[in-house]
Antibody, heavy 121, light 112 residues
Framework: QVQLMQSGAEVKKPGASVKVSCKASGYTFTSYGIHWVRQAPGQRLEWMGWINSGEGNTMYSQKFQGRVTITGDTSASTAYMELSSLRSEDTAVYYC??????????????WGQGTMVTVSS | DTVMTQSPDSLAVSLGERATINCKSSQSVLGSNNKNYLAWYQQKPGQPPKLLIYWASTRESGVPDRFSGSGSGTDFTLTISSLQAEDVAVYYCQQYYRIPPTFGQGTKVEVK
């Protein structure tokens, strides 16, 4: 079945970086984009960025520009999101989600299970 | 950024009764293709969001027909025609017309 499987929970110190993986299965990875969305405790969902899994082009939210890098490995059907210079406000559940089609302007029809990232000294 | 504002923040509805959630966008999300770039998601505790509705009124495959979406431009509504116990969740609207895509603050639906 179509699914996205994310890497496990992470605990990081302020200033460190975290890299979350998202492995796709059950569909042609290169035919769909991947969005990254985070949800801090008690907060609304927040879009971070997107990758066209086939061509590798990306778009980032201005809020995270310079701190976030989204990459893809087509041979492994896996997308990655790396967030650097972590601070306590980055404590959140991070989701990858399949974008319908290869366009940035797309809804997310399949979501990963989420990865909890905790930033604490 | 386009601000999405939902109302109410929470509502309690009796089983079998109608639940209505509103979503207002700070800018129009109606595209030149005459489609509204507005989606609705359902999120239960400890789970990722689940897509219910896209293009403002198109139900995702497998979503029960008691869920319906309406509206255009800046004002949208999600209606659950007959609330079931399994519908207890937080519901989010999302616009995907402008970058960055943005979500509403969520509406918590409970059983009265």
């Amino acid at each position: 079945q179509v699914q996205l499987m994310q890497s496990g929970a992470e605990v990081k110190k302020p200033g460190a970086s975290v890299k979350v993986s998202c492995k796709a299965s059950g569909y042609t990875f290169t035919s769909y984009g991947i969005h990254w969305v985070r949800q801090a405790p008690g907060q609304r969902l927040e879009w971070m960025g997107w990758i066209n899994s086939g061509e590798g082009n990306t778009m980032y939210s201005q809020k995270f520009q310079g701190r976030v890098t989204i990459t893809g490995d087509t041979s492994a059907s896996t997308a990655y999101m790396e967030l650097s210079s972590l601070r306590s406000e980055d404590t959140a559940v991070y989701y990858c989600a399949r974008g319908v089609g290869s366009t940035l302007y797309s809804v997310s029809d399949i979501w990963g299970q989420g990865t909890m990232v905790t930033v604490s000294s | 950024d386009t601000v999405m504002t939902q109302s109410p923040d929470s509502l309690a509805v009796s089983l079998g009764e109608r639940a209505t959630i509103n979503c207002k966008s700070s800018q129009s999300v109606l595209g030149s293709n005459n489609k509204n770039y507005l989606a609705w998601y359902q999120q239960k505790p400890g789970q990722p969001p689940k897509l219910l509705i896209y293009w403002a009124s198109t139900r995702e495959s497998g979503v029960p027909d008691r869920f319906s979406g309406s509206g255009s431009g800046t004002d949208f509504t999600l209606t659950i025609s007959s609330l079931q116990a399994e519908d207890v969740a937080v519901y989010y609207c999302q616009q995907y017309y402008r970058i960055p895509p943005t979500f509403g603050q969520g509406t918590k639906v409970e059983v009265k």
